[in-house]
C-alpha cells in the first residue's frame, strides 16, 4: 500500500475541519504540533490502493511569518514534504480564499483545490468555468459541499491523480511588475550561489519573495551577508518607487492574479460586488462601456500630449537653431568648412531633430505611466483581450502597442511582459505599423499642405487606423503562418486601483524616455553624420555654382551628391507611386529616420529647415505635387520600417538577425505594394 500524506489547508471557516471528517471518518488523532501548543490533527484514509495520511492543518488567510499558525502551516508543508496540498476554498467568498492558493503555487506544492460551500456558491448565483479556472491556476478543481459529504470521491481521485504526477514546473506564475522582478531576479541568482542548504529545501524563487517581503522567518535562516544586503537593497528600492512595503505592492499583484483569473473564469448572475475597485471595473470593464471609456481616454492622451507638448518643443528647436548659430557665429573657421558643416548640419540638425520630439515622447509616457501605475492598464488591456484574442494576441500585446504610438523602440523592449514566444514575436513583428512619433512629424507636413481645414483630423486619423488596420491583417496572418500554434491561456492580473506615486510615474516615464535619448544619442548620431555625408559629397566644381544664391547653390550641391544621385536613380522605380527624385532623395534620408524626411526634404528644395521654411515647403509641395502624392508619401512612411534603431530593436529582443530583416524586407516591400495600388487606383479615378 502507497503511503501519501495530504495537508488540509484553508482559510477558518472554510469548512477544512468538515472536509477532514468526511475524509477520515474516525481515524483520527489529536495531538499538538511540536513545541508549540497548535492543536494538530491527523486521521488515516484508504483509498484505491493509497493509504492517505490527511492532516488538518490550522486555519490561516495567507503563509507569512506574522501569525504562528500561519509559520507552523507552512513550515508543516515544507518540512514534512508533503505530498500534496488540499487548499479548502470558500467558493462563496473565492477571492479572498484563492489568496492561499496563489501563496501554495508559489511554493510549487502539488496543489488540489477544493471549491467548498459550492451550495452556498449556486445560491449566491456564482457560476465557475471550473476547466478554464483550473487551466490558469494549473491546480485540478472539485467541487464539494462539505456537510453534505459530496465530492469525496472526486477529491480523492484528484488527489491521487496529482500526488501520480508528482512535482510539476508551472508555466503560470505571477509576474510582480518589472521593478519587483528585477529585484527578484538578482536576489534569486545570489541565493542560488551563497545559500545551499536553503535551496535544498526551498525554491529560489520562493526564497527571493520571501527575503524581498522581509520574512523574518527566512531573513534569519540566511547565513550570507551578501544575500541579506542585496534582499534589504531590493526592499529599500521597492519601497522608494512605491512609496509602500514590497509585501503590501506584492499582495495587490497576488489579488491582482486572482482578480484577473476569475474575471475571465466566473460569471455572477446575481450582483453582489461591493468593494470599490470591483465598483469601477463593474463600469471600466463593462461590455458596453469598456471599449467606448477606453477609446475616449486614449484620445485624451493623444490630445494632450500632442497640445502640451508643442510648447516644449517649440523651445527646444530654437534652442538647437540657436545652438547651430552660437557654434556658427564663434567659429573663426569659413563657412564651407567641412568639419563646422558636420557639426552643424550633421550633428546638431540631425540630432536636434530628434530631441526636439523629446517632450511629446516624454509627456506620451508619463500618460501612460499614469495608467498603468494606477491599474487602469491592466484593465484596458482586459477589455481588449477579447479583441486580440480574434487576432490570436493576447490582451496584453496592446500595451506595448499602444507605447509603439510614442515610439517604437521602447514598444519593442515592452513586449517583454507577454510569456508566449509566439505572442510576443508576433507582436515584435507588427509593431513598426502602429504609426511611431517621428511619422506624426511627417504627417503634420503634408496633411495642412493638401487638405482643407476640416478634412485635417480625419486625414490623420485615418492614416493611424490604416496602420493598426495593417498591423491587425498581418498579425493573423503570422498567427497561421510562420508564428502558428496555441494561445496558451494566462491569467490577466487585474491588481486594485491605487493612487500612483510621482515619484514611481517619473522613474517609469524616464526609463523609457531615456531609451528613445540613447537612440538619438548613439544610432541616431552615427546615421546623421553618413547621411550627412551622403548629401555633401562629392562636390560639384565651384564654377557651377557661380551667379545662384545660397538655397540654389544647396539645391545644385545636393542634387550632385550621393544621395541626390541616388534619389535620380530609383526614380523610375519611384514613379510608380507618383514620386520623384526629390521625395526618394528624402525617403532615403528616411529609411535611417523617419523624423529626418522633412528636414531632408526641405535641404531638397533648398528652404532651410527652420520654422519659417516648414510654411514655404508646404507651398512647394502644394505647387509640386497632387494630394493623391501626399497620401502616398504618408502611406509609404507609415508602413516602411521607422528607423534603423527599430531593425536593431527587433534584432536585439528576438536574437536573431532573420527576424529583423524579413521584418525590414516585409515592411518595405507592403509599403510599396500598397503606395502602389493605391496611387495606380488613384490616378486612374482622379484622371
Ligand atoms: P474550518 O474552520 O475550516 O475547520 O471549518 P469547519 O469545518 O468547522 O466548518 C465551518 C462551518 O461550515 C460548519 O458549520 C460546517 O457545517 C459548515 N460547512 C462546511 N462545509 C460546508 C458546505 O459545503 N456547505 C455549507 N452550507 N456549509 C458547510
Ligand atoms: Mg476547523
Redesign the pocket.
Known sequence: MKKITAAIA????????????MLTGARQHVGNYPGVTVEKKEGLCKYKGYEITAV?LP?TYSLTAYSIEELVARNFIIDEQVDVVVD?VDASNIERNLYLATQLIEMNVPLVLAF?????ANRKGLVFNLEQLSELLEALIVP?????G?GKVELLDAVIATVEQGKVKRTHRISYGEEIEDELAKIETIVNDNEGQLTEKYSCRWLAIKLLEEDQDITSKVKSQEVFDVAKGGAEHIKDIFGDEPEIIMADRRYGFISGACQETIKSTVESRHSRSDMIDAIVTNRMLGLPIFLILMYLVFQLTFTIGTYPMSWLEQLFGWAGRAIAGLWPMASEHWFKSLLIDGIIGGVGGVVAFLPNILLLFLAIAILEDTGYMARAAFIMDRIMHKIGLHGKSFIPMLIGFGCSVPAIMGTRILENRRNRFTTIMVMPLMSCGARLTIYTLIIPAFFAEKWRGPMLWLIYLIGIALAIISAKVLRVTILKGETTSFVMELPPYRMPTPKGICIHAWQRGWLYLKKAGTIILAISIILWAAMSYPKPRPESLTGLNSQQAQQVKLAYSVAGRIGRTIEPALKPLGFDWKIGTALIGATAAKEVFVSHLGIVYAVGSAKEGLQTLREQLQANYTPLTGFCIMLFCLISTPCVATIAMTKMETHSWSWAILQFAVLTVVAYAITFIVYQIGSFLTG
Open positions: 484553508g482559510n477558518p471557516n472554510s469548512g477544512k475541519t468538515t472536509i477532514f471528517n488538518d486555519g479548502i467548498n460551500m459550492s451550495d452556498i464539494t459541499i462539505g456537510n453534505k459530496k
